[in-house]
């Protein structure tokens, strides 16, 4: 898989790191594009938002059954199925009977914790895994600023479980109120629609995870152009940022290119 075949369907500017953990180390299959550069992650911001959620919970500091707000408890706001609407001001249901995507939920699910959100980030995920290049510009549900390099990093803590639990890490990243239909923006309607604390979990959708990353796969896409999958079936990591926001090329170009990298990497 050469340069020009990775980046096909993308727009210019765009960058790709694809990467396997092994016992040795990690093995960079893909390094194409400028990954040092500092961009927005927009909603792949959650992903770091699970990853200090989760380290709380291992610490005995965050309680996953503590109520955030209207009945429901942290776990089901990080889960999108706390009954907040997107934003503030959009309609609310019974906590427990419907995934609604909620940037405000996550916003909310992090005040819960934390009165300062940019440092809880810091100690919790930038300082421990040495991302050096990321930052909380805004909201916690979009605000992470970072290079592709620093996401990639990230990813692979998830899959190796790095200062969490197993059972922890199992938790936050396997499917949470599993039978709840919803909508991924962009994507649709999906029944079941399964999402982890914080991250997307595939299970059977196919959408921009593609139709052949396992079940276990998670991670996320930002309206910026970036998307995370992290396959643990596979020990893989997928991570790229596009040089254009997020759009119908997105749409159209995702699911097939992501089926793509994949099986290059299953003969590889």
């Known amino acids: 898989m050469d340069d020009a075949s990775v980046l096909h369907g993308w727009p210019d500017g765009s960058a790709v790191i694809v990467a396997r953990s092994a016992a040795r180390g990690t093995d960079y299959l893909v390094h194409v594009g400028d990954a040092a550069l500092v961009r927005s992650w927009a909603s792949v911001s959650k992903v770091a938002v699970a990853y200090a959620m989760a380290r709380g919970v291992d610490a005995g500091v965050v309680d996953l059954e503590s109520h955030v707000t209207d009945g429901a408890t942290l776990a089901q706001v990080l889960s999108h199925c706390g009954g907040l609407g997107a934003e503030r001001d959009d309609p609310r249901y019974p906590p427990g009977t419907r995934r609604v995507y909620s940037n ?46 620093d996401m990639t990093e990230l990813a692979l803590a998830w899959l190796r479980h790095d200062n969490l639990s197993p059972a922890v890490a199992t938790a936050f990243t396997s499917p949470f109120a599993p039978t709840l239909a919803g909508v991924v923006p962009g994507f649709g309607r999906f029944d079941p629609c399964a999402w982890g604390l914080g991250v997307e979990v595939h299970d059977t959708k196919h959408h921009w995870m593609g139709t052949i990353a396992s079940p276990a796969a998670f991670g ?14 596979r020990s893989l990591v997928v991570s790229a940022a596009a040089g254009s926001p997020f759009g119908p090329w997105a749409v159209a170009t995702w699911p097939a290119w992501m089926d793509e990298v994949i099986a290059w990497c299953d003969n590889t």
């Open 220 to 233: 996320h896409f930002g309206q910026s152009g970036t998307l995370l999958l992290i396959d643990p079936t």
């Open 104 to 149: 405000v939920g996550i916003d909310l699910a992090v005040a819960s914790v934390t009165d300062a959100p940019s440092p809880w980030l810091r100690d919790n995920v930038w300082a421990p895994l040495g991302l050096s290049s990321c930052e909380l510009v805004g909201r916690p549900a979009a605000g992470v600023h970072g290079s592709l390099e």
